[in-house]
Protein backbone atom coordinates (compact mmCIF):
# COMPACT_ATOMS: atom_id res chain seq x y z
CA UNK A 1 0.00 0.00 0.00
CA UNK A 2 1.60 3.43 -0.86
CA UNK A 3 2.28 5.59 2.00
CA UNK A 4 1.08 9.39 1.87
CA UNK A 5 3.06 12.54 3.37
CA UNK A 6 -0.42 13.17 4.75
CA UNK A 7 -3.65 11.37 4.87
CA UNK A 8 -7.29 11.61 5.37
CA UNK A 9 -9.19 14.53 4.37
CA UNK A 10 -8.05 18.15 4.95
CA UNK A 11 -9.08 22.16 4.52
CA UNK A 12 -7.55 24.73 3.41
CA UNK A 13 -6.46 27.42 6.32
CA UNK A 14 -7.96 30.68 6.14
CA UNK A 15 -7.50 33.58 8.38
CA UNK A 16 -11.20 34.22 8.02
CA UNK A 17 -11.56 30.41 10.06
CA UNK A 18 -8.94 31.00 12.38
CA UNK A 19 -11.58 32.55 14.59
CA UNK A 20 -14.06 29.34 14.70
CA UNK A 21 -11.13 26.51 14.90
CA UNK A 22 -9.38 28.35 17.93
CA UNK A 23 -12.41 26.48 20.06
CA UNK A 24 -10.99 23.04 18.39
CA UNK A 25 -10.49 21.44 14.95
CA UNK A 26 -13.13 19.28 14.13
CA UNK A 27 -11.53 15.62 14.20
CA UNK A 28 -12.31 14.70 10.15
CA UNK A 29 -10.26 17.52 9.28
CA UNK A 30 -6.39 15.44 9.31
CA UNK A 31 -4.35 18.15 7.64
CA UNK A 32 -4.81 21.93 6.55
CA UNK A 33 -3.19 23.32 3.57
CA UNK A 34 -2.29 27.13 3.04
CA UNK A 35 -0.53 29.31 0.27
CA UNK A 36 3.21 30.15 1.58
CA UNK A 37 2.50 33.37 -0.07
CA UNK A 38 -0.07 34.84 2.04
CA UNK A 39 1.95 34.00 5.61
CA UNK A 40 5.56 34.29 4.34
CA UNK A 41 6.40 37.67 5.91
CA UNK A 42 3.86 37.59 8.80
CA UNK A 43 4.51 38.35 12.39
CA UNK A 44 2.99 39.67 15.31
CA UNK A 45 0.05 37.98 17.03
CA UNK A 46 -1.12 36.43 13.48
CA UNK A 47 2.45 35.18 13.19
CA UNK A 48 2.53 32.83 16.58
CA UNK A 49 -0.71 32.21 15.92
CA UNK A 50 0.55 30.51 12.54
CA UNK A 51 3.11 28.61 14.02
CA UNK A 52 1.21 27.08 16.84
CA UNK A 53 -0.94 25.50 13.67
CA UNK A 54 2.02 24.15 12.46
CA UNK A 55 3.09 22.90 14.90
CA UNK A 56 0.86 20.67 15.95
CA UNK A 57 -1.04 19.72 12.78
CA UNK A 58 0.22 18.08 9.37
CA UNK A 59 0.44 21.15 7.00
CA UNK A 60 0.87 21.34 3.10
CA UNK A 61 1.76 23.98 1.13
CA UNK A 62 -0.13 25.07 -2.02
CA UNK A 63 2.28 27.84 -4.34
CA UNK A 64 0.58 30.70 -5.81
CA UNK A 65 3.40 32.50 -7.72
CA UNK A 66 6.22 30.10 -8.88
CA UNK A 67 5.24 30.51 -12.63
CA UNK A 68 6.83 27.39 -13.91
CA UNK A 69 5.56 28.10 -17.16
CA UNK A 70 6.41 31.78 -17.53
CA UNK A 71 9.11 32.75 -19.59
CA UNK A 72 11.12 34.97 -17.35
CA UNK A 73 13.86 33.44 -15.34
CA UNK A 74 12.82 31.72 -12.49
CA UNK A 75 13.13 34.53 -9.50
CA UNK A 76 15.95 32.97 -7.27
CA UNK A 77 15.70 35.20 -4.23
CA UNK A 78 11.61 34.57 -3.98
CA UNK A 79 12.46 30.21 -3.90
CA UNK A 80 15.62 30.76 -1.11
CA UNK A 81 12.64 33.03 0.70
CA UNK A 82 10.16 29.93 0.67
CA UNK A 83 13.10 27.35 1.20
CA UNK A 84 13.66 29.49 4.34
CA UNK A 85 10.14 29.13 5.39
CA UNK A 86 8.84 25.41 4.50
CA UNK A 87 12.10 24.43 6.50
CA UNK A 88 10.92 26.83 9.31
CA UNK A 89 7.36 25.31 9.36
CA UNK A 90 8.35 21.53 8.34
CA UNK A 91 5.58 21.44 5.42
CA UNK A 92 4.94 18.02 4.55
CA UNK A 93 4.55 18.46 1.09
CA UNK A 94 5.24 21.32 -1.19
CA UNK A 95 3.26 21.78 -4.55
CA UNK A 96 2.70 24.46 -7.72
CA UNK A 97 0.21 24.54 -10.41
CA UNK A 98 1.11 23.69 -13.96
CA UNK A 99 0.54 27.32 -15.36
CA UNK A 100 2.17 30.30 -15.44
CA UNK A 101 1.61 33.89 -13.59
CA UNK A 102 4.28 36.53 -14.58
CA UNK A 103 6.58 37.70 -17.29
CA UNK A 104 7.86 41.05 -16.72
CA UNK A 105 5.64 41.54 -14.23
CA UNK A 106 3.47 39.73 -11.85
CA UNK A 107 -0.17 39.16 -12.87
CA UNK A 108 -1.74 37.45 -10.02
CA UNK A 109 -3.56 34.95 -12.25
CA UNK A 110 -3.10 31.79 -13.71
CA UNK A 111 -2.46 31.06 -17.14
CA UNK A 112 -2.03 28.04 -19.40
CA UNK A 113 1.05 26.74 -21.17
CA UNK A 114 1.29 26.46 -24.86
CA UNK A 115 0.77 22.35 -25.52
CA UNK A 116 4.36 22.10 -26.85
CA UNK A 117 7.12 19.79 -26.60
CA UNK A 118 9.35 22.84 -25.96
CA UNK A 119 7.36 24.28 -23.14
CA UNK A 120 8.00 20.21 -22.07
CA UNK A 121 11.79 20.91 -21.57
CA UNK A 122 10.96 24.32 -20.11
CA UNK A 123 8.81 23.56 -17.34
CA UNK A 124 10.55 20.15 -16.61
CA UNK A 125 14.20 22.00 -16.39
CA UNK A 126 12.70 24.86 -14.24
CA UNK A 127 11.54 22.37 -11.91
CA UNK A 128 14.24 20.74 -11.65
CA UNK A 129 16.19 24.29 -10.48
CA UNK A 130 13.10 25.34 -8.08
CA UNK A 131 13.96 21.61 -6.34
CA UNK A 132 17.49 21.68 -5.96
CA UNK A 133 17.23 25.24 -4.67
CA UNK A 134 14.35 24.11 -2.15
CA UNK A 135 16.13 20.79 -1.60
CA UNK A 136 12.54 19.18 -1.41
CA UNK A 137 10.35 17.85 -4.14
CA UNK A 138 7.68 19.99 -5.65
CA UNK A 139 4.35 18.00 -6.68
CA UNK A 140 2.07 19.71 -10.21
CA UNK A 141 -1.38 20.36 -9.92
CA UNK A 142 -3.38 20.08 -13.34
CA UNK A 143 -4.56 23.41 -13.26
CA UNK A 144 -8.12 25.11 -14.83
CA UNK A 145 -7.92 27.21 -17.91
CA UNK A 146 -10.03 29.41 -20.19
CA UNK A 147 -8.98 29.90 -23.53
CA UNK A 148 -6.92 26.81 -25.18
CA UNK A 149 -3.34 28.04 -25.80
CA UNK A 150 -1.70 28.44 -29.14
CA UNK A 151 0.25 26.09 -31.07
CA UNK A 152 -0.62 23.29 -29.47
CA UNK A 153 1.35 20.58 -30.55
CA UNK A 154 -0.67 17.92 -28.44
CA UNK A 155 -3.96 17.59 -25.94
CA UNK A 156 -3.68 18.86 -21.98
CA UNK A 157 -3.95 15.36 -21.07
CA UNK A 158 -0.53 14.10 -22.82
CA UNK A 159 0.97 17.27 -21.65
CA UNK A 160 0.75 16.95 -18.45
CA UNK A 161 1.75 13.22 -18.16
CA UNK A 162 4.67 14.37 -20.74
CA UNK A 163 5.84 17.20 -17.74
CA UNK A 164 5.67 14.66 -15.24
CA UNK A 165 7.62 11.88 -16.98
CA UNK A 166 10.21 14.40 -17.41
CA UNK A 167 10.22 16.05 -14.93
CA UNK A 168 10.24 12.68 -12.85
CA UNK A 169 7.61 14.91 -9.98
CA UNK A 170 4.41 13.59 -7.97
CA UNK A 171 1.13 15.03 -9.21
CA UNK A 172 -1.30 16.81 -7.09
CA UNK A 173 -4.91 15.76 -8.98
CA UNK A 174 -7.35 18.57 -8.93
CA UNK A 175 -10.63 17.02 -9.43
CA UNK A 176 -12.96 20.17 -9.78
CA UNK A 177 -10.00 21.50 -12.17
CA UNK A 178 -10.55 18.10 -14.62
CA UNK A 179 -14.48 19.25 -14.53
CA UNK A 180 -14.31 22.53 -15.07
CA UNK A 181 -12.09 22.33 -18.17
CA UNK A 182 -14.14 19.07 -19.47
CA UNK A 183 -17.17 21.52 -19.51
CA UNK A 184 -15.28 24.33 -21.22
CA UNK A 185 -13.13 22.63 -23.67
CA UNK A 186 -15.62 19.80 -24.47
CA UNK A 187 -13.62 16.51 -23.20
CA UNK A 188 -15.04 13.64 -20.83
CA UNK A 189 -13.90 13.99 -17.95
CA UNK A 190 -13.73 10.04 -16.56
CA UNK A 191 -11.75 9.52 -19.57
CA UNK A 192 -9.27 12.42 -18.92
CA UNK A 193 -9.05 11.18 -15.50
CA UNK A 194 -7.97 7.57 -16.42
CA UNK A 195 -5.33 8.89 -18.70
CA UNK A 196 -3.40 10.51 -15.47
CA UNK A 197 -0.29 8.73 -13.54
CA UNK A 198 -2.07 7.56 -10.73
CA UNK A 199 0.86 6.34 -9.36
CA UNK A 200 2.27 10.21 -9.18
CA UNK A 201 -0.57 11.12 -6.61
CA UNK A 202 0.90 12.89 -3.43
CA UNK A 203 -2.61 14.23 -2.56
CA UNK A 204 -5.92 15.94 -4.60
CA UNK A 205 -8.26 18.90 -4.53
CA UNK A 206 -11.98 19.05 -4.57
CA UNK A 207 -13.65 22.60 -4.77
CA UNK A 208 -16.69 24.57 -5.95
CA UNK A 209 -16.88 27.10 -8.99
CA UNK A 210 -19.18 29.38 -10.63
CA UNK A 211 -21.03 29.91 -13.86
CA UNK A 212 -20.12 33.12 -15.76
CA UNK A 213 -22.21 35.07 -17.59
CA UNK A 214 -20.87 33.89 -21.08
CA UNK A 215 -21.83 30.40 -19.85
CA UNK A 216 -18.25 29.33 -19.10
CA UNK A 217 -17.85 27.29 -15.66
CA UNK A 218 -15.26 29.51 -13.61
CA UNK A 219 -12.47 27.68 -10.99
CA UNK A 220 -13.42 30.17 -8.03
CA UNK A 221 -13.62 28.14 -5.06
CA UNK A 222 -16.38 30.01 -3.89
CA UNK A 223 -19.48 27.42 -3.99
CA UNK A 224 -19.66 23.71 -2.56
CA UNK A 225 -19.15 21.12 -4.63
CA UNK A 226 -21.54 19.47 -7.06
CA UNK A 227 -22.62 16.51 -7.27
CA UNK A 228 -20.68 15.81 -10.32
CA UNK A 229 -17.38 16.44 -8.92
CA UNK A 230 -17.87 14.50 -5.91
CA UNK A 231 -18.69 11.55 -8.43
CA UNK A 232 -15.36 12.23 -10.43
CA UNK A 233 -13.40 12.30 -7.27
CA UNK A 234 -15.25 8.73 -6.06
CA UNK A 235 -14.05 7.37 -9.44
CA UNK A 236 -10.68 8.92 -8.90
CA UNK A 237 -10.74 6.39 -5.84
CA UNK A 238 -11.57 3.70 -7.58
CA UNK A 239 -9.36 4.16 -10.22
CA UNK A 240 -6.49 4.89 -8.28
CA UNK A 241 -6.99 3.76 -4.59
CA UNK A 242 -7.86 6.03 -1.58
CA UNK A 243 -5.43 9.42 -1.29
CA UNK A 244 -5.54 12.31 0.76
CA UNK A 245 -8.09 15.00 -0.44
CA UNK A 246 -8.53 18.67 0.36
CA UNK A 247 -11.44 21.08 0.64
CA UNK A 248 -10.62 24.04 -0.97
CA UNK A 249 -12.96 27.05 -0.48
CA UNK A 250 -10.83 30.44 -0.86
CA UNK A 251 -14.04 33.29 -1.52
CA UNK A 252 -18.00 33.53 -0.24
CA UNK A 253 -16.92 32.10 3.12
CA UNK A 254 -19.42 29.62 4.43
CA UNK A 255 -19.71 28.66 8.47
CA UNK A 256 -17.01 26.00 9.83
CA UNK A 257 -19.33 23.47 10.32
CA UNK A 258 -20.92 23.75 6.68
CA UNK A 259 -17.17 23.30 5.29
CA UNK A 260 -17.13 20.25 7.79
CA UNK A 261 -20.09 18.55 6.26
CA UNK A 262 -17.87 19.21 2.90
CA UNK A 263 -14.51 17.39 4.20
CA UNK A 264 -16.74 15.03 6.32
CA UNK A 265 -18.46 13.65 2.63
CA UNK A 266 -14.53 13.19 1.25
CA UNK A 267 -13.94 11.37 4.15
CA UNK A 268 -17.22 8.89 3.70
CA UNK A 269 -16.09 8.70 0.11
CA UNK A 270 -12.60 7.90 1.43
CA UNK A 271 -13.70 5.06 3.80
CA UNK A 272 -16.54 3.79 1.47
CA UNK A 273 -14.02 3.49 -1.51
CA UNK A 274 -11.17 1.77 1.07
CA UNK A 275 -14.11 -0.74 1.80
CA UNK A 276 -14.28 -1.89 -1.68
CA UNK A 277 -10.95 -1.70 -2.29
Known sequence: MKTFAVNGAGLGLRRELLPALEAGVPEVIKFFE??????????GRLGKVFRAYTERHSIVAHGLSLSLGGPEPLDIAFLQRMKVFLDEHN???YTEHLSFCSDDRH??????????????????????????????????????????????????????????????????????????????HNY?????????????IVYGHVAGHDLDNSGMIID????????PVWQLLELAYQTFGVFPTLLERDFNMPPL?????????????????????
Do not use: K
Not at 188 to 200: T, Y
Not at 257 to 277: P, T, Y
Open 107 to 184: HYDLYPIPFTGEAVQHVAGRIRLAQDILERPIALENASYYVTPPLAEMDELTFINAVLAEADCAFHLDVNNIYVNSLN
Open 91 to 93: FAL
Open 220 to 227: THGQAACD
Open 257 to 277: ADLVEEVEHIAMLQQSSGERG
Open 188 to 200: DAAAFLAGLPGER
Open 34 to 43: VSPENWIDIG
